[in-house]
Structures are given as C-alpha cells and as structure tokens.
C-alpha cells in the first residue's frame, strides 16, 4: 500500500531559527496537503499543492511540491513559539478513489 | 458557522463493550472521513463516504469495527466489543468534494478520544 514517511520525527529549535521538514511518497500523487496540529487539538488545513515543482508561501511558511509529484517540503522562516505543533503531509494517489493518506508527522517544539 | 461535531469527547469503556462515536459533517459537504490516532500507527483512514455511500472501508481495522451515515448529516462509527488496543482518539472530517483525484479541504472535528480498560 501507500506510505507517506515524514523527517525528522522531532526537532527541536530556539525561537528565529528556521525548521524545514521532508515528506516522501512511495508512489506519484495527484495532490499533497499539508496539516497543523497543536498539541491536544486537531489536524488544521494548511495548504493543497496540485502542480508538479509548484511553491506555494504563506507569510513564513513555504511549501513545495517535487517535480516528480512523490515529495514535498515545508519550511518555515524565523520560528516562533506560535509554530509548536505536529506537521503532517498528506497525500493522494494518482488514479485512486479519495484516500488522502496521511505522513507520519513531524513534532515542532520551538523555544525562547 | 458550526464545524465538524463529534460527539462523545472522551470515552472510557470496559473491554468488551459496544462503543459508539458519532458525527455531524458541516452542512453541505459530501464527504466525509473517519480517521484514528495513535502514538504507534499515526493518522490511519477507518472508512470514507461519499454522499452517505460508504466508497472505501478497506481502512476498517476488523469486523468489530462498522461505520453508517444513514443521511447527509450524521454518522456513526461503532466498535463492538471493544479491546484495549482499540485506545485512540478518533476524528471524523468533512469536506466540499469527492472525486476521485482530490478531495479538497479536509476540515476536522476536535475528536473522540477512547480509552477501553
């Protein structure tokens, strides 16, 4: 089946440093979205990449799509405390009923 | 506006007991996801239905576990009887579109969490 791997599981970086975390696809995907949860909460949408190479920012959150549409990366500029959560990819296969299959996520604490 | 309305918030049951988490999709979208959460297996989807028709349960850990949408507004997910690995917290998700390539925004409930002794 389709796996969705995330790294780093963890990091843990003081508040103005940057943080990126990596999602692989085992298979091509139609889209990726990327999720926030904070700690106690519930996965909130963050974006939706179609386009092969697409890059998308949101203030200091910058996403990518791979060119071969099996990976993708967030990166966040400047840290802060605000950005503690658990990020997740989440992707589509290609050709497959709607079955969004989510990464395995990577924990952000960020600290003064 | 109202969100995705899980209910009940937390749970704690003894094992072999019959567990039933429900859900209320926000208002005009036709799809609508059951996902579980755990420490050791992430974000793992349960079942998926697209205009209350159950389109992939392949997700459904076993034949205790059974999922209904009776209509466009409420669901259910079932887990008869219940085993202490069945511990998680479960979340229901909605979203505008189905089809087959993408299916847009997923928007969550603040989830069920089980606990089975």
């Known amino acids: 089946g389709q796996q969705v791997m995330q790294i780093p599981q963890y990091q843990h970086v003081q508040e103005g440093e940057d943080f990126t975390t990596y999602c692989n696809s085992s298979?091509?995907?139609?889209?990726i979205q990327w999720y926030k949860q904070r700690p106690g909460g519930h996965p909130v949408f963050l974006i939706q990449?179609?386009?092969?190479?697409e890059v998308k920012k949101q203030k200091r959150l910058t996403f990518q799509f791979g060119e071969a549409k099996k990976n993708s990366s967030l990166h966040i500029t400047a840290t802060q405390t605000t950005d503690v959560g658990t990020y997740f990819c989440a992707g589509q296969r290609t050709g497959t009923a709607s079955k969004l299959t989510f990464g395995t996520g990577t924990r952000l604490q960020v600290t003064l | 506006d109202a969100g995705v309305i899980q209910s009940p918030r937390h749970e704690v049951t003894e094992m072999g007991q019959e567990v039933t988490l429900r859900c209320k999709p926000i208002s005009g979208h036709n799809s609508l996801f059951w996902y579980r959460q755990t420490m050791m297996r992430g974000l793992e989807l349960l079942i998926y239905?697209?205009?209350?028709?159950?389109?992939?349960d392949s997700g459904m850990p076993e034949d205790r576990f059974s999922a209904k949408m009776p209509n466009a507004s409420f669901s259910t997910l079932k887990i008869q009887p219940s085993e202490p690995r069945d511990s998680a917290v479960y979340f229901c998700a909605s979203s505008t579109r189905g089809d087959s390539y993408n299916t847009g925004e997923l928007f969550f409930g603040e989830g069920s969490r089980l606990t089975v002794l």
């Open positions: 239905f697209n205009n209350n028709v159950p389109i992939d």
């Open positions: 990449l179609v386009k092969s190479g």
């Open positions: 298979t091509t995907l139609s889209n």
